[in-house]
């Protein structure tokens, strides 16, 4: 069984902190994305890895980094948090299934408030 | 660019009715067509997915259709129960098949016992 784990599941923080949102998988797998779900506009990328120390940016990148030094573990920055950045961060990892197919699993979520 | 548009947004139906999810994609390049079912404070689940050389695929009471010619796959579900209440997310991937996916917006089924 895929087990793909987030540090919290719920976390407060006040405009400007610096928050770290940790995802891990077991699986080996080459790729981690981090989403963020908001009501009515679905799943938005925010950015995906690779490799190890690679990364590309997804559909909203804007506010967020990320870091991937092991192959196990992506970080999802926030560098100023700010109000806007209130949602629910879902991590992801996936891994190829043969004939150019990639599946994917989704950790629990976190629930980050910005006050 | 890559789009997926998932209809519609929110779904009522009585408990043994059944329900139909239509999603469509813009890359014809796309192979693969998972569904995920997100239960309420839950992570989204794979349910069932279909590749591109196939049609259709059921899994008991939840199926899935493709038609690659109008770029549009469909889940339907049949004599629905309460518990299939949950949001549930269409995906594709994208023309750079890096590992991607693109996902429709979600529709929120209701099933009322």
């Known amino acids: 069984d895929v087990k793909v784990t987030q540090s919290s599941r719920y976390l407060v923080k006040r405009t400007g902190e610096k928050v770290f949102l940790e995802c891990v998988q077991d699986?080996?797998?080459?790729?981690m994305f981090w989403y963020r779900q908001d009501p009515g506009l679905g799943l938005r990328l925010i950015y995906f890895?690779?490799?190890?120390?690679?990364?590309e940016k997804g559909d909203i990148p804007e506010g967020y980094s990320v870091s991937r030094e092991k192959k196990e573990r992506f970080s999802l920055i926030l560098e100023s948090a700010s109000t806007n950045q209130t949602s629910m961060y879902l991590c992801?990892?996936?891994?190829?299934?043969?004939?150019?197919?990639?599946?994917?699993?989704f950790g629990p979520g976190t629930r980050l408030t910005v006050l | 660019g890559e789009n997926v548009e998932q209809h519609p947004s929110t779904l009522s139906v009585q408990e043994g009715d059944s329900a139909v999810i239509k999603c469509t994609y813009s890359?014809?390049?796309?192979?693969?067509f998972p569904w995920y079912k997100q239960e309420l404070g839950k992570r989204p689940q794979l349910i069932i997915d279909?590749?591109?050389?196939?049609g259709e695929k059921k899994d008991q009471r939840i199926a899935v259709t493709l038609n690659k010619t109008a770029k549009h796959f469909s889940l339907h579900i049949t004599e629905t129960q309460p518990e299939d209440s949950a949001v549930y997310f269409c995906?594709?991937?994208?023309?750079?098949?890096?590992?991607?996916?693109?996902f429709g917006q979600g529709t929120t089924l209701q099933v009322k016992p």
């Open positions: 995906a594709a991937t994208p023309i750079s098949n890096t590992g991607k996916l693109i």
């Open positions: 279909i590749r591109s050389n196939v």
């Open positions: 992801a990892s996936g891994g190829r299934m043969g004939q150019g197919i990639f599946e994917q699993f």
């Open positions: 890359d014809s390049a796309s192979n693969y």
């Open positions: 890895s690779y490799d190890v120390k690679m990364k």
């Open positions: 699986m080996d797998h080459e790729n």
